[in-house]
Every structure is written in structure tokens, then in C-alpha cells.
């Protein structure tokens, strides 16, 4: 830290070079000039000057260095020191601010993180504060100082080292200008380039100012379009940035996913929590050798069901009922006895047709009780709950006795002994009841005893060695498969459906239009697959485009991981269900060994005895998967099959199996129907057999359908007629599940699907649909079945289905749309912005020069 | 330009003598503000307004008189428009949506606006934290301003208002200070020192000091490069708490029933009442936070921090390392040695 003059001097005078230098010159002080007037010298006083300046221009590109960056950073942490030790200077709390802005925003990104769900959510949180400060420093750069210096040569962001070796903007204050930090040489090439005449009086003044003028003019755009840059800026750099993250990260999950499966032992690890264990010693050592209350029943369930399913919690409760706590047993004491009594007092006192005096003389008093207890052998010994019936009615008895002999005694005050009886038996189980039941009920007498806890442990040991393992498979699961975003399934799903919109060429005024409705975007994609097919270089390169995409699904999911049988007819265990059964049917073995017996959760886990087909939790974790993947290809093999029929329907109509024999205007209406189906048909379509509006009388001419250019020409369909479904025609439905699903495929078709590993699946797929859903029965168009009759769920025939293109296309399109018109509205502004800021430059630093002024 | 203390009565007048010229200043000499809110709402505003008009102005045509103040104070525009952007950027485009992407982008969006205007709230506001507990245990008021009198030069001939204000604050240099202005006038019967003693009195130095103002300047400095250290870490910190706080889901419901039609008595009190339900439950929100592990406590740790990073400011800023010393003249010059100037 630096204060004046005079300081600086001092301190360089006490430097041991200079004082040595010094010594020198005052030993052997050098001959005066031969003009040198002192007088005049000290009038003038110029024997008190500054030292010379040791600052020096910064050379280098626009672009920092890494090693000026790490320059950077050591200062700027020693600023920091300095601040905290308080002994900072200006120039050095000033890039404090940079240090408290980078913490500001790490603190934002990182909030967010942890409020994101996905990898990308979270990863974009710090994408966008990177891209935020990059925008803030490249801005000025590209905008400002690179139009600045190829416009005018003069580079107005340039910096300089002061003699204390702080950087410094050059042009930081127009009124103070270090300007001898550029040498005359510089000055002078730079007014070259400014085109400053040669020959004007005061050059190196004139170039300087102009210097200065451009400087301050650009400085002053900065500030004025900063504003407007850095959030645009940053907003682009995020959103083009986004498919490079989401690639990596895609990659990166897939890997992590692989490794879970073939390390599920160790990485089971990462959940072993012990939960069970940790939580059931605590309840133990409250409760050991204590009678088993409900609470404790309770407490215990609560633990062991916290992470299970409500089906398996009640098997696993009603096992735990029967199997930890067997029979209740119940020791009826004196304190039970007292609260009888005060019970049945309470009890009484709310009828109102009682009076005290006939109350006490009826109830029993506590030693009265315990006698009669006593008496039956019912007091201090362990009964079960069937005794509670005998010992209400002894006291039932009693007090009956009591309440007729009241009666006798009291002529004038007769009372009801019916209504006594009844409340006597009252028997509400509920808490606030006062019936002697519930009271009874309470004096359990179980104990909590070291047997039951040593089975409790065991089982506790099971679950969280089972819930480790299992939350690993799920995490596998849901990595791979789930129905979440950003998965691997999700991250391909979205991958195909862009190739497919692309492939398509869905341009952005097109999707404009149509982006907010699939009605609108349905005779459009129409138009887009019949011009496609209708040649066969864009049909080949659209169906290799979507089958090479398509088939990247087996390298990110192998089939040996998982799997679905449906499409690859492969029924074999994979690698997934291999660990599924190992897993659960250990655990039930475990649970059905030994003492434990836990024959109802062991089947609600595995089945009867592992091999059920159906409804067990290990078959639902299993099926999870292969739904899902089933629903994916399903969508993705029919976009294959629907380009497939257009192209045959294009190319070879006449020959297709299906429209063999057929009416041409019947023809007609299968090629429509067909068409509209594959495109946009969901379950619900072919589960009523195909609704469509057909001529009842169609006209019987035979002829081929005509096709021209690839498309085919409608003779019928186009005449305006009254139409009607015919409910009836069960051979139309086959004729179009046929012409859709059955035959070979069109042979442009297989040879580029035989370049890829799906081609058995898609024809599996074909098969399959005309089975399940050709075999599916309907009670209002009977007999409508393409095949024997089928018992497929209708999840199968939902999934088997899949999404229909139209849809996966409104869908897709509404977001691209969506990004494109945002990219367009800030792209535009930013590059506008942009464009005027460096027209602007053109107009900077107009001066006249002195000569002109003259004129 | 700092004039000599011991004219600044002075009135150094470069301006033409003419007597039409009826443009009067509010100053016309450098003077030292009170620091309240009243003045410092007038500075900002005036600052504000020269920030988006006759400094551009003065810039954009490469005006000699641009100077460095200036153009920090046009920091401001990029700091507004930057904001107004930011918010254009997350809510603008969404309108062109259908209906279920504009609710969702719009979720976000008015979150993200909510952001940006308590990211600079707590950002300004958090200042305070440190600022007034120093000047309540110090005496050191760092933000005192001070209007500076500008004398430019003329842009032509008859160019005779050559007089400009600039708001400066009297520490804003650790290195330059603006002592001068902190000594009492004795014309006015203030006595020379008394802002220093009083300073120095709380700062435990002493009363009646011979020269307070010398015993405690150094003292000053350090509390002035503590305290700026302070401000800036903890403001960045308080105001990312602030975005963080504006995105708590209930705030959804006010974004959603917001409005500042004033005139509509019924919807503006109902708006009213739910940003209040919606502030409180969002500040609950934010402390207790949702799911679990770190995500649970984030909201703690990031406002735990901002808590933190103010009470160890001001502790830092408050403890001096340093005691109390004068320096001794007799040491800066040692009279038995040799002085050459050359």
C-alpha cells in the first residue's frame, strides 16, 4: 500500500541498491553540464520529481491466458488476505467483488441442486452460472473490444501493470490516462491506422484524444448493452450446451446402471441402513421382558412394514401376529379389579333413571369382586380371552342379585333389572367403552420374552439385507427402465422421436402452424409419409435413419440384461431376473425355514412355491421391467411397420395377400382405414374392430387401385355419398389387421432392417400384434377376430400398441417448437444486439482534426 | 478534484461571470451528507437518473468531461436491464405455448422473476447487517456520503455551465479518504476534532484526546477494508439466499393471484393477504426443507451461511488487530542521516 510522493521516495531511497547507487554518485559526483544554473534549476523546482513509473502495457491476446489466470487467481487471493487482516488497498477490494459474486452464485447452483430431481436439472443449475459468467466476460470481448480493434486498431479493453504491479483497464478513467506507458512509436503506428494525417502540429495529442474518445464511446455501449447481452447470452449457451450434457450424462447413467447389475452384492452396500435392526434393538431394550401390549405390536409392525408394500405388510403382520406372539393370555389383578368397579359405578351413574342410593346398593365393591373372582379361580392366573365371557357374567350375577334384592327391599322404588343386565354386557370393544371386557383385555400377559426377540432379529437381519438389495435392483430399474425423466429408456425415447420429426421434415414454420393440435398436424404428417414413400431414395434413407435409431436400443439395454420375451421370443432368465429370483427366493426360503415359519409373507414374496406365474412381489419387480420395455419397442417397431405398409401400399398394392378378390372401392377404404390406423389408431381402436364410416352398397367393379407417382390415386372414397360403420363385416377388420401386420414385409424394408439387430423383433412384433390383438374378443362386433380367441390382459394389448406416431410427433414437435420459437425471439434479439452494437462502432471516434478545425 | 482544507470555503468559480446564468447548485463546495434515508433515497434517484440519461449521453459522444465515476455509476444499467432481461428470458417466450407447457414454464419462470428482484433486495438490504452494527460499535459511519463539486471542462466557448455534483461516500477509497471533510467547522463553533473524538471514545481510545484524529485514523482504515470485505461476501451470500427463498413452492400461489392494481381494492387485498400466507409459508419452507439429507438442510446450510458470513464480518471488522499507535514523526526520518534528492 502506497499513500503519496513522499512516502514512495523514502521507502526507494532506503532500498539498498539505489542507497548504494546514490553513495556512487555523491563520491564521485559527475562534472556539471556546462550550462547547469542551479538557481535556475531549483526555481524551476525540478529537482522534486516521481520516480520513473515502472508500470507497463499487458501484450497479449484479447483472450486471457491460463497463465495469466492463475496470475489472477493468486492475487486475488492474497487481496482476500489482505481484506481480512484489514490492510487491503483499492485496487485489491475490488476484486473482492468478482470473489463474492463467483460465492453468490455457487451458493444459487448449488441450492438448486439439491432441489433438482434428475442429473440434468441438476447439472444445468451450474451450466447456467458458468455460462452466466462467461457471458459477462466474452460479451465486452466480442462485442465491444474485437469490432473496436478491427474497425479502428485501437484496442479499448487493453490493461497495464502499474508500478506496483496492479492491472488496470487502460482507458479505466478518461481523466487519468497513463498515456506514457505507449511509447511515441506505438502512438504513432496506431494513428496510422486511424487514418490521422500525417502532418497535423501536436500528432501524438490528436492521436491520443482520439484514442480516448473511442474508448469512452465503447466503454459507454458496454454498459448500455450488457444488460441485455448476458442473460441472452447465457440463455443460448445453456440451451445448446443442453444435448452435449444430456449425451454425457446418458452415457455416464447407462454405465453407472451396468455396474449396479453386475455388482449388485457390493453395491447393495451403498443401502444397507440396517434400519430393521437399529430401530428394533431400541424397541427391545424397552420393552424386553415386559408384557406384550398392542402398542408394542404395533411398534414393532410399524418398523418391519415401513419400507413393504400394503399387501405384503398385512401377510407380514398377520405372520407376525401368529408366529413371534402366539396366543394372548391374560392375568386379571387386583388393580384390574379397582378399575372394574369405578367403571361400572361411571357407567351407571349416566343412566338417570338410577339414583345413587340404588347404585351403591347393587354394584360391588373392589373386595366383593376379587372374592367372587377368586372364587371361580379367574384372579392372578394366565386365562385367554374366551374366559373374559365367564367373568362378565359372574358379575353380571352378582349385581343382579344385588338389583332384585334392591327391588324386594324397596317396594315404592322398583327398578329396571333389565336395563341392568344390559349395561352389565355391554360389550363395545371400542377404547372410551366402559364394558369390563375392554378393561380385561388390557391385562395382557404375554411377555416380550428373549425367543420372540431372537426371531424378531432374525427376521430383522432378512428384511434389511432384502431391502438393500432390493432398493439396488430398483435403482437398476429405474436407471435403465423407469417412468421417469432422463432415464436411459427416456433420454432414447426422446432421441427417436427428434430423429423422427427431423427425418420427416418437419421445418419450424411448418411446426408453427400445426405445434398446438394433432388434428392440424395429422393431414401434414399424412402428406410428409406418402411423399416419402412414393420414392424410393427418401424412403430408404428415412428407414434406415429411424432403424439404425431404433436399434440403438439393444446396445443401451442389452437383451442379456433385460429383456422383453414378447419381442425377442427369447423366455429365458436374464441377468436381471437371474438376480430378481436369487434374491427373492432365498429370502422366502429363509422366511419359511427353521422356526420362523412366515409361510404368508414367503408367499406373497415368491408364490407357493416360486414358480407362480402371477401376483407375486418378485414377479412384479420383474415384470416392471419388461412392461416398460415392452410399451417403448412396441411404439418404436410400429413407426418401422407403418412406413413398411405405406411403402408397400405405394409400391406393390395390387400384390398385397390381403386385398386379394376385394371390391376396388372396398379396396379403397382398406388402404384408408389402414393408413389413418397405423398413423394415428390407439388400444381403444382396435379394441372396438375399427369404426369406419364405409359405403353399405359398394360398387362391384374389380379392378387394380391405381397408383400414380407412388401415390394412390381414390376412384370412391372421394365421392360424396352417405357412409355408414358395418358393424357386421368381420372379414373387413381381418382384410385390414392383414394388410397392416401379416405377409412379408416390403423387401426395401428387410434389407435394411437386416442390417440391423432388430429385424426378428419387429417381425415378432407383427406376429405378436396379430395375435393379442387380432385374438381379442368384442361383444359388439362378434366374431370380429383375426385368430382364435385370446385371453391377453389388456395391459399386453395396450402396450403392444404403443403410442401412435401422430401423437409421439404432437408431442415432440410442441417442444421443439417450443425451443425453437424461444431460440428464436432471444437468438434474434441477442444477434441484433449484437449486429447494432458493432454498427454502432462504425460512428465512433469521429473527430476533426486541428487543421480542420482551422478552416 | 479535492480542494486544499484550508480554503474550502472558497468558492473557486471557473465559470463565466454572467449574471444570467441562473443555474444554481445545490452545492458548491464539497460537503459531507448526513447518511439517512431521506438524502440517501435523493442520491440514489439522482444517480439512477444521470445513470440512464446525461451519462450515455456524455459517453456515447466521447464527451473529454467522462470520467471514471461515471461510468461506475452506469453499472446500474446493466445491473436493471440485466435483471428485466433475466426475467423477459425465463417468461416472455412462454405466452406462445399451449396451455400445459405456459403453466409449467410459467411456474418457473415467475419464480425465477421473484429470484431476480429478491436476489437484489437481499443483496442491497443485507448491507445493513454490517454496516449499522459497525457503526453502532465503532462510531465509523462507512457509507457517510458526500456531495463532490465537479468543475469540467468547457465544451465550447460560450459553454458556461461547467459545473457538475457527483455522490461519493467519504471511505470509498481506503487510500484516499476524505478526511478533510470529516474535521469540524470552529467557525461554526464545532470543534476541530469532534467527529474524530467521538470515533475514538467509542472506539475505547480515550476522551480528549490532543489529536484523536491521527490516533484513529488507522484505526478507521482497517475497520473500512474489514467492513467492505464483510459487505461484499455476505451481500452475495444474502442474496443467493434470496433466490433460493423465492423458490419455494408456496410462493406459487401468490405468483398466481398476484396483482398490483391497487384501485381494485378487493383483488389487491386478497393479494395482499396471500402473499403474506405465502411469505410465511415459503420462509417455513425454505427452513425446514423437503426430502432428505443435504436437500433437507440446504436451506439451513446456505442461510446459516449468509447468518454467518454477517456476524463474522462485523466481528472481524469490530476486532482490531492492530492497537492503537502513533506514528512517530522522529522515525519516518532518521535526522543523522544522509537525504539526497535529486
Not at chain 1, 72 to 97: M, P, T
Not at chain 1, 625 to 637: A, E, M
Not at chain 2, 186 to 210: P, T, V
Amino acid at each position: 500500500m502506497n499513500s503519496n510522493l513522499i512516502q514512495n521516495f523514502i521507502t526507494y531511497q532506503s532500498t539498498s541498491a539505489n542507497r548504494l547507487n546514490q553513495q556512487k554518485k555523491q563520491e564521485a559526483p559527475k562534472k556539471p553540464k556546462p550550462d547547469f544554473d542551479i538557481q535556475k534549476e531549483l526555481n524551476n523546482r525540478t529537482f522534486i520529481k516521481p520516480l520513473d513509473g515502472k508500470g507497463q502495457l499487458i501484450k497479449g491476446s484479447i483472450f486471457n491466458s491460463p497463465a495469466a489466470l492463475v496470475k489472477n487467481g493468486i492475487y486475488n487471493a492474497k487481496a482476500l488476505k489482505h481484506a481480512i487482516q484489514g490492510n487491503a488497498n483499492d485496487h485489491e477490494l475490488g476484486k473482492l467483488n468478482d470473489l463474492g459474486l463467483m460465492l453468490g452464485g455457487l451458493g444459487i447452483a448449488g441450492y438448486l441442486f439439491t432441489k433438482r430431481q434428475t442429473p440434468m436439472t441438476k447439472g444445468m443449475e451450474f451450466v447456467g452460472l458458468a455460462s452466466f459468467l462467461a457471458s459477462m466476460a466474452i460479451w465486452p470481448k466480442i462485442a465491444i473490444q474485437l469490432p473496436a480493434y478491427l474497425i479502428h486498431g485501437v484496442n479499448v479493453h487493453k490493461q497495464y501493470e502499474d508500478s506496483f504491479g496492479r492491472k488496470k483497464p487502460f482507458y479505466q478513467d478518461p481523466q487519468f490516462l497513463p498515456w506514457d506507458l505507449y511509447s511515441d512509436e506505438e502512438i504513432q503506428k496506431i494513428g496510422d491506422r486511424l487514418g490521422v494525417d500525417k502532418n497535423i502540429p501536436n500528432r501524438r495529442e490528436f492521436i491520443q484524444e482520439k484514442m480516448k474518445k473511442i474508448a469512452t464511446q465503447n466503454n459507454t455501449l458496454w454498459m448500455l448493452t450488457a444488460g441485455f447481452a448476458a442473460p441472452i447470452m447465457s440463455g443460448i449457451i445453456c440451451n445448446l450446451s443442453e444435448p452435449y450434457l444430456n449425451k454425457f450424462l446418458d452415457n455416464r447413467q447407462n454405465k453407472e446402471a451396468d455396474k449396479i447389475l453386475s455388482n449388485i452384492d457390493s453395491y447393495a452396500k451403498k443401502y444397507q441402513t440396517n434400519f430393521i435392526t437399529n430401530n428394533l434393538n431400541e424397541v427391545i431394550t424397552k420393552h424386553k421382558d415386559q408384557p406384550v401390549t398392542k402398542e408394542l405390536e404395533e411398534s414393532i409392525s410399524e418398523i418391519f412394514t415401513k419400507y413393504m408394500d400394503p399387501l405384503t405388510a398385512r401377510n407380514f403382520r398377520a405372520d407376525l401376529r401368529e408366529k413371534i406372539y402366539g396366543q394372548n393370555t391374560y392375568n386379571v389383578k387386583v388393580e384390574n379389579i379397582k378399575e372394574i368397579h369405578e367403571n361400572l359405578l361411571k357407567m351407571f351413574k349416566k343412566v338417570r333413571a338410577f339414583d345413587e342410593e340404588f347404585i351403591q346398593a347393587i354394584i360391588p365393591n373392589e373386595n366383593q369382586i376379587i372374592e367372587l373372582l377368586n372364587s371361580n379361580e379367574q384372579l392372578n392366573k394366565d386365562i385367554d380371552a374366551s374366559k373374559f365371557r365367564d367373568i362378565t357374567i359372574a358379575i353380571k350375577k352378582l349385581v343382579e342379585k344385588n338389583a332384585v334384592e334392591y327391588n324386594k327391599n324397596n317396594p315404592d322404588k322398583q327398578q329396571d333389572i333389565e336395563l341392568v343386565r344390559k349395561l352389565i354386557v355391554k360389550n363395545k370393544a371400542d377404547k372410551n367403552s366402559s364394558s369390563i371386557k375392554v378393561i380385561l383385555s388390557k391385562a395382557k400377559s404375554n411377555i416380550f420374552d428373549s425367543k420372540a426377540i431372537t426371531k424378531l432379529q432374525k427376521l430383522a437381519k432378512i428384511f434389511d439385507d432384502f431391502n438393500a438389495k432390493n432398493q439396488a435392483l430398483d435403482e437398476y430399474a429405474l436407471k435403465k427402465v423407469g417412468a421417469a425423466p432422463e432415464t436411459v429408456i427416456a433420454n432414447y425415447w426422446n432421441d427417436v422421436a427428434k430423429t423422427l420429426l427431423k427425418s420427416l421434415g418437419f421445418t419450424s414454420s411448418e411446426l408453427e402452424k400445426v405445434h398446438s393440435d394433432t388434428t392440424l398436424i395429422s393431414p401434414l404428417l399424412r402428406k410428409k409419409v406418402d411423399n416419402i414413400v412414393a420414392n424410393k431414395e427418401s424412403f430408404n434413407k428415412l428407414m434406415t435413419t429411424m432403424a439404425k435409431k431404433i436399434a440403438e436400443i439393444n446396445d443401451k439395454l442389452k437383451t442379456s440384461d433385460i429383456s422383453t420375451p414378447l419381442m425377442t421370443g427369447d423366455y429365458n432368465n436374464t441377468a436381471y431376473d437371474d438376480i430378481v429370483d436369487g434374491l427373492f427366493d432365498s429370502v422366502a426360503k429363509e422366511l419359511r425355514n427353521g422356526d420362523l415359519g412366515f409361510e404368508r409373507t414367503a408367499k406373497g414374496l415368491v408364490g407357493v412355491d416360486g414358480n407362480d406365474v402371477i401376483g407375486t412381489l418378485k414377479n412384479l419387480q420383474k415384470i416392471y421391467v419388461k412392461d416398460r420395455l415392452l410399451g417403448v419397442k412396441s411404439s418404436f417397431y410400429r413407426i418401422i411397420n407403418t412406413l413398411d405398409m405405406f411403402r408397400r401400399i405405394s409400391t406393390d398394392v395390387n400384390n398385397q395377400p390381403a386385398l386379394q378378390g376385394k371390391y376396388t372401392e372396398v379396396k379403397e377404404e382398406l388402404i384408408e382405414l389402414c393408413k389413418t390406423i397405423t398413423l394415428e389408431g390407439h388400444s381403444s381402436d382396435y379394441a372396438t374392430k375399427f369404426y369406419m364410416l364405409r359405403n353399405a352398397h359398394p360398387n362391384t367393379t374389380k379392378a387394380p387401385v391405381e397408383v400414380k407417382n407412388g401415390k394412390v390415386v381414390y376412384h370412391y372414397l372421394n365421392k360424396n355419398i352417405e357412409r355408414t360403420d358395418i358393424p357386421g363385416d368381420k372379414y373387413f377388420y381381418q382384410d385390414a389387421m392383414r394388410l397392416m401386420y401379416e405377409g412379408d414385409m416390403h423387401p426395401d424394408t428387410m434389407a435394411i432392417l437386416n442390417e440391423t439387430n432388430i429385424k426378428q423383433e419387429v417381425l415378432n412384433y407383427r406376429n405378436t400384434v396379430l395375435e393379442k390383438l387380432g385374438g381379442e374378443d368384442y361383444f359388439a362386433k362378434p366374431r370380429h377376430l383375426i385368430r382364435a380367441k385370446n385371453q391377453t390382459g389388456s395391459d399386453v394389448k395396450f402396450l403392444l400398441t404403443g403410442i401412435s406416431p401422430l401423437e409421439l410427433l404432437h408431442k415432440t414437435g410442441k417442444q421443439v417448437y417450443n425451443t425453437n420459437k424461444w431460440l428464436k425471439i432471444f437468438g434474434g434479439a441477442g444477434a441484433a444486439l449484437l449486429g447494432l452494437t458493432v454498427f454502432v462502432q462504425f460512428f465512433l471516434g469521429k473527430m476533426k482534426s486541428p487543421q480542420q478545425k482551422g478552416k | 478534484m479535492i480542494l486544499p482544507i484550508n480554503n474550502h470555503k472558497n468558492v473557486i468559480g471557473f465559470r463565466a461571470n454572467n449574471n444570467e446564468d441562473k443555474k444554481s447548485l445545490r452545492y458548491n463546495h464539497d460537503t459531507l451528507l448526513p447518511n439517512n434515508f431521506i438524502t440517501n433515497t435523493r442520491i440514489g434517484l439522482d444517480k439512477l437518473t444521470n445513470a440512464f440519461t446525461v451519462y450515455p449521453a456524455k459517453g456515447l459522444k466521447g464527451s473529454k468531461n467522462a470520467n471514471f465515476y461515471e461510468f461506475l455509476t452506469m453499472g446500474t444499467v446493466p445491473y436493471l436491464v440485466g435483471s428485466a432481461t433475466l426475467m423477459a428470458v425465463f417468461n416472455f417466450a412462454n405466452k406462445f405455448y399451449d396451455h400445459f407447457d405456459r403453466t409449467q414454464a410459467s411456474k418457473i419462470g415467475k419464480k425465477m422473476a421473484l429470484g431476480v428482484v429478491f436476489y437484489g433486495l437481499a443483496k442491497s438490504l443485507s448491507k445493513s447487517l454490517i454496516t449499522k452494527p459497525v457503526k453502532a460499535l465503532t462510531g465509523v459511519d462507512t457509507e457517510q456520503p458526500y456531495a463532490k463539486v465537479i468543475y469540467e471542462l468547457p465544451d465550447h466557448i460560450n459553454d458556461t455551465d461547467i459545473t457538475s455534483i457527483e455522490y461519493h461516500k467519504v471511505f470509498e477509497s481506503v487510500e484516499f479518504p476524505r478526511w478533510d471533510l470529516l474535521y469540524g467547522d470552529e467557525s461554526k463553533g464545532q470543534k476541530r476534532n469532534f467527529r474524530y473524538d467521538k470515533i475514538a471514545k467509542k472506539l475505547g481510545m480515550g476522551e480528549n484526546l490532543n489529536d484523536s484524529d491521527q490516533e484513529v485514523k488507522p484505526r478507521i482504515k482497517e475497520i473500512v477494508v474489514k467492513s467492505n470485505l464483510a459487505k461484499t461476501i455476505s451481500s452475495y451470500l444474502w442474496a443467493a439466499s434470496g433466490v433460493a427463498f423465492a423458490f419455494q413452492t408456496p410462493w406459487e400461489k401468490y405468483l398466481n393471484n398476484m396483482t398490483f392494481k391497487f384501485w381494485k381494492e378487493k383483488e389487491f387485498k386478497e393479494s395482499m393477504s396471500i402473499l403474506k400466507e405465502s411469505f410465511v409459508k415459503s420462509a417455513k419452507n425454505f427452513y425446514n426443507g423437503e426430502g432428505s439429507g443435504v436437500s433437507k438442510h440446504a436451506g439451513k446450510i446456505l442461510l446459516g451461511a449468509s447468518l454467518l458470513s454477517s456476524v463474522v464480518g462485523v466481528a472481524n471488522t469490530v476486532a482490531s488487530g492492530k492497537k492503537p499507535q502513533k506514528t512517530d514523526a522522529s522515525k519516518v526520518i532518521n535526522k543523522d542521516d544522509n537525504y539526497v534528492v535529486s
